[in-house]
């Protein structure tokens, strides 16, 4: 038995580090609908790098200060990679 609940901890354990993992790895549109859940607005706009819309989270219209997912290496390409290593970043539109 205990051999089995070791097994279960190590696999849960392993789960743990590829979802800690997975969180590194996101896009535009799921942080923003992440954030939406919280409240808020989701804000559609041009992208820089990408023929593609960006998306935004905004808590509130007034001052509009802006939450995004950005790519760490942004690189211009016609369509992006579905999910890209990145960081969230605060601005003011």
Known sequence: M???VWISRGLTIQALIWV???RE???CLIYALRQ???GGY???GPSKNTSWPHFKHAQSIAGV???EFVPANP???MIPPPLFRGSVRTGVE
């Open 75 to 77: 690189v211009k390409r």
């Open 2 to 4: 205990k051999q089995a």
């Open 36 to 38: 939406f859940r919280k």
């Open 42 to 44: 989701v804000i559609m």
């Open 65 to 67: 200060e802006v939450t």
């Open 25 to 27: 790895f996101s896009n």
């Open 20 to 22: 800690v993992r997975l």
